[in-house]
Structure formats: C-alpha cells, structure tokens
C-alpha cells in the first residue's frame, strides 16, 4: 500500500529553536495535512494544504504542499513547552481515508 | 465547529466478548466516516472507510467479520470488534469528514484494553 516517509523520527531540541520535519510519498497526493497528538488523545488538525506549491501558515507553524505533489514540510518558530507531542503527516484527503507517515515526536528542553 | 466524539473513551473487556464503539459527528453531517487503529508508538491505520447508509469498504488485512461497522445516521457510526482478542487491544481513532470538505475530523480515541 501506499506509504509515507517522515523524518525525523524524533527531535530533541532547545526552547526557542526553530523545528523542520518533512514527508515524502512515492504516490501523488491531493491533499497534504498536518495533526499534532498527544498521548491518550486523538490527532488534531494544525495545517491542511490542497493546491501544490501551497505555502500556508497558522501562528509558528508554516507548511508547504511541494510542488511535485509527492511532498510536505511543517516548520515550527520558535518552539515553546506546549509544543511537545507527536506531529502526523497525513495525505489523501475527501473520501479517501488518509495515509499517515510514521510521526516526528518532538521533545522540548527547557 | 466540526467536533467529533467518541464513546466509551476506554474499556477493558474479557476474551471472547464484543465491544462497541460509537463515533459522533456533534455539529456537522458526516457522509463519510473512517476508523483507524493505532498501536503503542506507532502511527494510524486507515480500518475502513463507513458511507452513510451503505456497506463499509474496508481496508486490505481487516475482517469485516471481526470489525462490524455500522453507519445508520449522518451524525452515527459504530464499530463492534465481536469476539475480542487480546492481539485487538489498541487505540480505536475515528473521523468524520463534513459533507462537501475535504478534510478529516477526529475523535479523541477509544482505548480497548482485551484481557
């Protein structure tokens, strides 16, 4: 089936860094979204993109929707404690069920 | 606005038993449901996609017989995993997708604990 690849698999960094963590897929995709998860509790919608070459951000967060269809990024600025969970590339979108990447669990260190 | 719930949030149930787990779209109308499972420390899985008053498609690897999936209502859908095992404890996640939008909505998640 298809399958997403995310990277990185985890992030240690400081308070204050900036966070870049992308998806990569062998299969073109319409939709390309982001959800953020904390333990014991559903994903949440951060970022959602449809138009390739789409850049689109939501407070610190910015993602783009590559232009080859097949890719995305999220950046977070300047990342603050709440910022810590698992961050879900997710891509398909309508009423097609979504294909999710692996997750980028980020660990924030004061 | 686009809410989803899910009932029971956990459940601890006994080998061999069935377990039901409802999802509820709470201020929109969901044409299109979808039921993911989702193992310690790894990502979701796309189950089965559950269309309003029709049969549930269901994803490659997933018996139908053991996860019965009913969509009665727009606003309704029901997952029953039928003589649970204990290879079936996970996480249960669904979402709705609001009619005529592209994106999907999830609930908070149902852990099924099987002993």
């Known amino acids: 089936g298809q399958q997403l690849n995310q990277s990185p698999q985890s992030m240690f960094i400081q308070e204050g860094e900036d966070v870049s963590m992308n998806c990569t897929s062998s299969?073109?995709?319409?939709?390309w979204l982001w959800y953020k998860q904390e333990p014991g509790e559903g994903p949440v919608l951060l970022i959602a993109?449809?138009?390739?070459?789409e850049l689109t951000s939501n407070g610190r967060l910015t993602a783009q929707f590559g232009i080859t269809r097949k890719d995305s990024f999220l950046n977070i600025s300047a990342s603050i404690p709440s910022d810590v969970g698992i961050y879900f590339c997710?891509?398909?979108?309508?009423?097609?069920?979504?294909?999710f990447g692996k997750g980028t669990h980020l660990i924030i260190q004061p | 606005g686009a809410v989803v719930s899910q009932h029971p949030s956990w459940v601890i149930c006994k080998s061999g038993t069935s377990v039901k787990i409802e999802c509820r779209s709470l201020d929109f109308q969901a044409t299109t449901m979808f039921w993911y499972r989702q193992f310690p420390k790894q990502s979701l899985m796309l189950m089965a996609t559950?269309?309003?008053?029709?049969?549930?498609?269901?994803e490659q690897g997933v018996e139908k017989d053991k996860f019965l999936i009913n969509h009665a209502s727009l606003t309704l859908s029901t997952l029953t995993v039928t003589s649970a095992h204990p290879e079936d404890s996970s996480f249960y996640i669904c979402s709705g997708l609001p009619s005529g939008r592209e994106t999907q909505y999830f609930g908070p998640g149902t852990r099924l604990l099987v002993l």
């Open positions: 997710g891509a398909g979108g309508g009423a097609d069920g979504l294909t």
């Open positions: 559950s269309n309003e008053g029709s049969k549930a498609t269901y």
């Open positions: 299969s073109i995709f319409n939709t």
């Open positions: 993109l449809y138009k390739a070459g």
